[in-house]
């Protein structure tokens, strides 16, 4: 079910982090960054680390600054810790972290935002968060949706989009796998029911987006280049 990949490169977690702060939205703790007056607003899902994970509200100060009022949903509450895979190991730790409820919590999330007066909602969902946000697609809960080095999406999770899609994957990752991410698209293609975008970011890890070393020039750029491709995917579909 599980790999090693999921938690490669954790990060190290700062509550404190950001530009933003923190606030109650839908019943979760949520990093708000962004005006509140801004009509277009973006979730960002994290991955198995939570949301306090310094680049992933990096990122999301980055998004903000592009005019959205963004939220990053304190989903996962409690982080996989990798030091205690031996005895916590991911496959254990997921029966209590499931992408299910996930799902059911960010539609209490978009609620929220539609309530204060957002126009149009987009999502970015990381490894774990790639899944939810795979589900918010096929119910058109969102206008635009990005996958980011997803885990445990489909082929027929792919084919249920309903919503423009772009998925970014890595080409060392086997949890979405070159070969799997050239399905995406050919499914995607042959329906062309939705604008869809699927990328393969060469010698990229699972993971690179928001957990890439600083040192290493090439994974800073391919983080960068992926940020940007968010920012043109959102800036062409939440209107």
């Given at each position: 079910m599980a790999s090693h990949q999921c938690c490669s490169n954790p990060p190290t977690l700062d509550p404190s982090s950001g530009v933003g702060h923190i606030e109650q939205l839908g019943g979760l703790s949520t990093y708000v960054t962004g005006s509140h007056?801004?009509?277009?607003?973006?979730?960002?899902?994290?991955?198995?680390?939570?949301?306090?994970?310094?680049?992933?509200?990096?990122?999301?100060?980055?998004?903000?600054?592009?005019?959205?009022?963004?939220?990053?949903?304190?989903?996962?509450?409690?982080?996989f810790v990798l030091e205690n895979i031996a005895i916590l190991p991911l496959e254990v730790w997921m029966k209590d972290h499931g992408t299910d409820k996930g799902f059911e919590e960010s539609k209490l999330i978009i609620?929220?935002?539609?309530?204060?007066?957002?126009?149009?909602?987009?999502?970015?969902?990381?490894?774990?968060?790639?899944?939810?946000?795979?589900?918010?697609?096929?119910?058109?809960?969102?206008?635009?949706?990005?996958?980011?080095?997803?885990?445990?999406?489909?082929?027929?999770?792919?084919?249920?989009?309903?919503?423009?899609?772009?998925?970014?994957g890595a080409e060392i990752d086997n949890l979405c796998p070159p070969e799997l991410l050239k399905q995406y698209e050919e499914v995607l293609t042959a329906q062309s029911k939705v604008d869809s975008f699927?990328?393969?970011?060469?010698?990229?890890?699972?993971?690179?987006?928001?957990?890439?070393?600083?040192?290493?020039?090439?994974?800073?750029?391919?983080?960068?280049?992926?940020?940007?491709?968010?920012?043109d995917w959102f800036a062409k579909h939440i209107k």
């Open positions: 007056s801004a009509k277009h607003a973006i979730i960002l899902i994290s991955d198995i680390f939570g949301y306090e994970a310094p680049k992933l509200r990096k990122l999301a100060d980055e998004v903000a600054a592009a005019g959205y009022y963004v939220v990053v949903p304190d989903f996962i509450r409690e982080p609620e929220t935002l539609r309530s204060k007066g957002a126009t149009a909602v987009g999502a970015a969902g990381f490894c774990w968060g790639g899944k939810v946000v795979s589900e918010l697609s096929k119910y058109e809960l969102i206008e635009a949706a990005v996958l980011l080095h997803p885990t445990w999406v489909t082929v027929d999770d792919i084919k249920g989009a309903k919503v423009p899609i772009s998925i970014l699927v990328k393969l970011f060469p010698k990229a890890e699972h993971g690179w987006s928001t957990r890439y070393d600083d040192e290493d020039e090439v994974a800073v750029k391919s983080a960068k280049e992926a940020k940007q491709d968010v920012l």
